[in-house]
DNA sequence: AACCAGGAGACAT
DNA sequence: ATGTCTCATGGT
């Protein structure tokens, strides 16, 4: 019913899948439009790869990305992903790994946490996985009525993904994203929520 | 002019 | 294992 209101979300376009990765990194904590101006910055300087990313300069960088927030701190991070995925033979090289196992291994890249770990899992290596992030916390704990604690939200939302398709849980992320941007904020009440069924608490308009 | 936006790491408990 | 604190910028 979510696709229905919302429609296809076409989410994610990026040139390649590296750009997903920088991207991953530079929206954490930080609003899409802000990210997306570090990236069209680093796509100009043609920094949008494993090798030239880890080469540049890690102050320019810094500068590059400002618009980003955490400009310092993403710019550290951004090349130890890029080290990591240079090393690993880029994203083929990578991809022969088990899920499991490349979680892991992503977790060990400073600046990649859970969240942007999955992210990159089911849109870089098309790999099916839940993301379990503020939005989805958000919507279940509307529809449970309970606080989503950080402890829940990682394991309520995990397990039943075994079966799905990635292609599946990769629109079904982009329509949380877009459900709860347009109805789960921080007040009360929403008269035309698609969830409002079920919805034992209530959704918040905008 | 406060408030928020796809988090993660360091550290203490 | 589970909570705080901090990090930084741009748009409403």
């Known amino acids: 019913m979510l696709l229905a209101r919302y429609g296809a979300q076409g989410w994610w376009p990026a040139d390649s899948a590296f750009e997903i990765v920088a991207g ?3 929206v954490q904590r930080t609003a899409w439009r802000n990210a997306e101006k570090a990236i069209a ?3 100009a ?3 949008l790869s494993p090798s030239a990313l880890a080469a540049a300069d890690g102050a320019a960088l810094t500068e590059l990305i400002r618009p980003a927030g955490f400009a310092p701190t993403k710019a550290q991070y951004l090349q130890a992903a890029a080290r990591f995925f240079a090393d690993g033979g880029g994203v083929g090289g990578l991809s ?3 899920t499991a196992a490349l979680r892991d291994a992503l977790l060990g890249v400073r600046g990649i946490g859970p969240e942007t770990a999955d992210s990159i899992l089911l849109y870089v290596f098309d790999r099916p996985v839940w993301i379990a992030d503020a939005y989805a916390a958000r919507i279940f704990s509307r529809l449970s009525g309970k606080r989503i604690d950080s402890a829940s939200q990682h394991s309520l939302t995990r397990p039943w ?10 629109e ?6 877009a459900h709860a941007k347009a ?3 921080t007040r009360p009440v929403c008269d035309d929520c698609p969830l409002r069924r079920s919805c034992a608490h209530r959704c918040a308009q905008r």
């Open 24 to 26: 991953a990194i530079l």
């Open 41 to 43: 910055e680093l796509k």
């Open 45 to 47: 300087r043609e920094l």
């Open 96 to 98: 022969s790994r088990a």
């Open 161 to 170: 993904t075994a079966a799905q398709r990635s292609a599946d849980l990769r």
């Open 172 to 177: 079904l992320h982009a329509l949380i994203v």
């Open 183 to 185: 109805h789960c904020r």
